[in-house]
């Protein structure tokens, strides 16, 4: 059974910087996209970052430039780096990961459980 779970999340103040992590465990045979997305109160979730196995990034337009993600194929982690935070980014954040179970022969969409992260003063 494939698991994601999420850290990193917390309080902090506008301006400052978190940094989520998440780990992929369970029985998995390759992990291909792995992204972050974000649902605020009242909100729609919406993709923040995503990077294919090869590396390429795409970021949603509200956090170009302030935050960046990353992974980690030997660690099956996925990291995401946020600077210049602002109110507006108070969420709870999700990983998720496109990846194939070695008893499958396809890939599958799995979803973390999710970080709370807080931007206020």
């Known amino acids: 059974q494939v698991q994601l779970v999420e850290s990193g999340g917390g309080l902090v103040q506008p301006g400052g910087s978190l940094r989520l992590s998440c780990a992929a465990s369970?029985?998995?045979?390759?992990?291909?996209?792995m992204a972050w997305y974000r649902q605020g109160s009242g909100k729609q979730r919406e993709l923040v970052a995503a990077?294919?196995?090869?590396?390429?990034?795409s970021y949603g337009d509200s956090v170009k430039g302030r935050f960046t993600i990353s992974r980690d194929n030997a660690k099956n982690t996925v990291y995401l780096q946020m600077n210049s935070l602002k109110p507006e980014d108070t969420a709870l954040y999700y990983c998720?990961?496109?990846?194939?179970?070695?008893?499958?022969?396809?890939?599958?969409?799995?979803w973390g459980q999710g970080t709370q992260v807080i931007v206020s003063s």
């Open positions: 990077i294919t196995g090869g590396g390429s990034r």
């Open positions: 369970g029985s998995i045979a390759s992990i291909f996209a």
């Open positions: 998720n990961a496109n990846l194939r179970e070695r008893v499958a022969t396809t890939s599958s969409n799995y």
